[in-house]
């Protein structure tokens, strides 16, 4: 009997997507828009339950027929390859056996929070995009993204959930240390980059696939507050620039990206209708696929449709301007906007209602399996969907990568001011805090009382106002400037022994006092403290400049337009700032 025509490599992609989709029943349809999460279990076996499952590996696959999920955590490369193969193992055994796509938030840096990125692990470790942007070496962003891309397939994940190319225009907005900073002629040079690394020249069997976000661009948010949370929801843009936040977009779209992620936004005060992104018609239609030419996949951020439990917690779903529809409403709405996929959701009986009521048409449904299916075909999975975990073990934080990121990690440091302290000499007494003292010890004598050192080195983090809630507290917002107490014993140090601060920088943070009195003021954006001694003591160059201005107060911060870049009234240290030794 011969193989289905959707098996047969030698043909054309487009016919084996159409006799696929023939062959699918509404429920396999159905399966395919919805993009949601999984964990693996320590041993790399497949998850039944945990935190963040409502449904079982083995049920979203065989009974719900979901094919695309993302996985949260960590764990080691080689489990993370077995995991991925009995993932396989299992979608094979499904009626058609659609292979799995797999996806990832950001694994390469610093940044540790569920909803949006997870530190390095076994995956080299290089500075936050913030960091890429301070260096602004575009040829140094295609082969981090292309180090990304080998480590991505090493494991198994073929669409990377990520770049973030919203613009850093509010200051207090927690998600800044994944974009590129504030300028959108560096996003969109950068973002450029990124893709080709990722993808290469066009999407094919050695890719991973780039779902770019947040459009038409996150950043500029009411207050600096998240839209992951309701007090955060409304978008504005009283500067009028909205058209500087899609530059990026624009340029990522020219570049071939495979998948853009609305944003969960509602935009408030614009000729937008006045509902988040992800059921925005006029804007994901309208913008989007007419104006910007866009062809590929659009998946909505996670968890547009139903309320969930996250951590322990009630959240309402993320349905801005729709609160007042049910969960099917809300569903036909976003395939009306021109949604494909819904990220984070698991309820395709929502969709084979839709239809099968008349309120959604099938020949709606399938435009996107078709786009779906099709990115599956291109990228290789139906002929090899498999990965050999003792291979993934060798690639996924090789020297080569790790030496890559480490040397990153020493460039993308800003000396912001040196007052003849830089660079350090000898092996002088340190006293360090926010340091280890084990790694310093390599480069000086380490002290106990700051009395008895020649300098000290202090390595801070921007302030943040603790929130509520054990989802929301990974989401640092709010003030900016060091509460007073802890700003005193700062100055105290500064003031009693020459001093080295360095402030990483997830967003601006505000520090006249501690810029004024230090001996010497560096910012980092995810690095290690070798790498932060290195660039201190002369034997690594810092090469960073400010991706975004510094501003000089809060009061500052709260007058400034969300949608401007660098709009504070007389900032610290300017965007660009950045001195050499």
């Known amino acids: ?30 399966g395919q828009l919805f993009h949601s999460m999984l964990t693996m279990r320590p041993d790399g076996g497949l998850a039944e339950e945990g935190p963040f499952l409502r449904y079982g590996t083995t049920e979203l696959v065989t009974g719900r027929h979901l094919t695309h999920f993302n996985l949260l955590g960590q764990g080691g490369a080689r489990e993370m390859a077995e995991w991925a193969n ?63 891309r080998r480590e991505y397939l090493a494991v198994g994940f073929r669409v990377a959930l990520h770049p973030q ?75 009028g620039m909205r058209e500087y936040h899609l530059r990026p977009f624009a340029a990522a779209i020219e570049a071939g990206c495979s998948q853009v992620m609305p944003y969960y936004g509602q935009p408030v005060g614009t000729d937008w209708e006045e509902v988040g992104f992800g059921f925005n018609r006029g804007v994901l239609t309208g913008l989007l696929r007419e104006r910007l030419g866009f062809t590929g996949i659009v998946c909505t951020d996670w968890g547009l449709l139903t309320d969930a439990d996250i951590m322990g917690e009630p959240h309402a779903a993320r349905a801005w301007g729709v609160e007042h529809l049910t969960v099917a409403e809300r569903a036909a709405k976003a395939l009306h906007a021109g949604a494909d996929q819904f990220g984070g959701e698991q309820c395709p009986e929502v969709i084979v209602e839709l239809v099968r009521s008349g309120r959604v048409p099938e020949e709606r449904i399938d435009d996107s399996v078709r786009r779906l299916l099709r990115e599956k075909f291109v ?66 004598n380490v002290v106990g009382d700051p009395a008895e050192a020649d300098v000290a080195l202090l390595r801070l983090r921007t302030p943040y106002e603790q929130r509520p809630g054990a989802f929301e507290s990974f989401f ?106």
């Open 476 to 581: 640092h917002s709010g003030s900016l400037a060091f509460p007073e107490n802890e700003l005193k014993e700062i100055l105290r140090l500064v003031d009693t022994v020459p001093t080295l601060v360095c402030v990483n920088l997830e967003r601006p943070a505000v520090l006249p006092e501690i810029a004024a009195r230090a001996a010497a003021l560096m910012a980092d954006f995810g690095a290690s403290d070798t790498a932060v001694l290195d660039v201190a003591f002369g034997r690594a160059r810092a090469e960073g400049r400010l991706p975004f201005e510094l501003p000089r107060s809060m009061a500052a911060v709260a007058a400034a337009r969300p949608d401007v870049p660098d709009d504070t009234e007389d900032p610290v240290f300017r965007c660009g700032h950045g001195l050499t030794l």
């Open 379 to 444: 990228l290789g999975l139906f002929e090899n969907p498999y990965v050999d975990p003792a291979a993934a073990e060798e690639t996924v934080g090789a020297s080569e990568f790790r030496t890559l990121g480490e040397a990153a990690q020493r460039r993308a440091v800003i000396l912001l001011t040196n007052r003849a302290l830089l660079p350090l000499r000898g092996r002088p007494n340190l006293y360090v805090q926010g340091v280890s003292a084990q790694a310093a010890a390599a480069y000086g």
């Open 165 to 239: 190319i919203d613009l850093a225009t509010e200051p207090r907005w927690s998600r800044q240390s994944g974009t590129f900073g504030s300028s959108a002629e560096v996003a969109s040079e950068l973002v450029r980059a990124y893709v080709r690394g990722l993808q290469g020249e066009r999407l094919g069997t050695d890719s991973v696939a780039a779902m770019v976000k947040h459009f038409p661009g996150g950043g500029p948010q009411k207050d600096g507050e998240d839209p992951h949370f309701p007090h955060g929801k409304e978008q504005v843009y009283p500067g």
């Open 86 to 148: 009995r993932l396989q193992e299992l979608a094979a055994g499904t009626r058609l056996g659609i292979p799995v796509t797999l996806s990832t938030d950001p694994r390469h840096a610093f940044t540790d929070n569920p909803g949006a990125s997870f530190d390095a692990g076994d995956f080299s470790a290089w500075p936050e995009p913030l960091g890429l942007a301070a260096i602004g070496d575009a040829g140094l962003v295609e082969r981090f993204a292309d180090t990304v």
């Open 1 to 30: 009997m011969p193989k289905p025509t959707y098996r047969d490599p030698n043909r054309p992609v487009d016919e084996r997507v159409e006799d696929l989709l023939s062959r699918m029943t509404l429920e396999e349809k159905a």
